[in-house]
């Protein structure tokens, strides 16, 4: 708390912190900071999540072994490594669990990565009449860029020119082998239908 700004009456005080869904700690430490806390969690495909978090990776470390090596415990069996990190933290049914046992469902939302990009005023009004605020943000304030693959702001705040999101992200994605990518489709589709169920909300990902 001792980070965070001071927060006037009828101000919102955000902070962003991607590892916390998937730290075990991490909810009962911010319910015994403030038990009325909202949490929002933006959330995509997890096959498509696990590629991009490889990607990123391999960005940084060129000499890493190849998606498919890394995605197999024992490749001929089948068998899904669920330690590796890029699809543990996809299986999102098992960290919301651990979050439903400090937090009401009520005060949790749960935003699609993918309509972030094909609608994000329409993603950005759930998210503001979740937070109690006047729906502000609208198409207007959107211009889709082509070379990004993402929708950007037109004007940042306090500034003349449009904010699009930095380098890391929109990358390519290297080819991987569709048979990897069904096995791990088949992998997930269990976890999904159980997130589908406890959010009350079909995020399309297994269509």
Not at 27 to 51: C, E, F, G, N, Q
Not at 139 to 146: E, L, R, S, V
Not at 158 to 165: A, D, T, Y
Request: with cysteine.
């Amino acid at each position: 708390m001792d980070l965070m700004p001071r927060t006037l009456d009828g101000q919102i005080t955000m902070e962003k912190t991607p590892s916390y869904f998937v730290t075990r700690e991490a909810p009962a430490r911010i319910s015994a900071m403030s038990k009325d806390t909202k949490l929002i969690v933006v959330v995509r495909d997890p096959v498509t999540r696990a590629i991009s978090d490889y990607t990123q990776t391999l960005s940084k470390r060129p000499d890493i072994p190849t998606f498919e090596s890394l995605t197999f415990k024992n490749r001929t069996a089948g068998l899904i490594d669920t330690s590796w990190s890029a699809i543990q933290i996809g299986i999102y049914a098992k960290h919301l669990e651990h979050w439903l046992r400090h937090f009401p469902i009520g005060q949790m939302l749960f935003v699609s990565g993918e309509r972030l990009i094909s609608d994000p005023a329409g993603e950005l009004g759930r998210v503001q009449d979740f937070l109690g605020l006047k729906r502000i943000i609208t198409d207007k304030h959107f211009y889709f860029n082509k070379t990004k693959g993402f929708p950007c702001l037109k004007k940042a705040e306090g500034s003349s020119k449009p904010h699009c999101l930095g380098k890391t992200k929109g990358r390519t994605h290297p080819e991987i082998d569709r048979e990897v990518v069904q096995r791990l489709r088949d992998f997930y589709r269990p976890f999904n239908l159980k997130f589908y169920q406890m959010t009350g909300h079909d995020f399309g990902w297994d269509g």
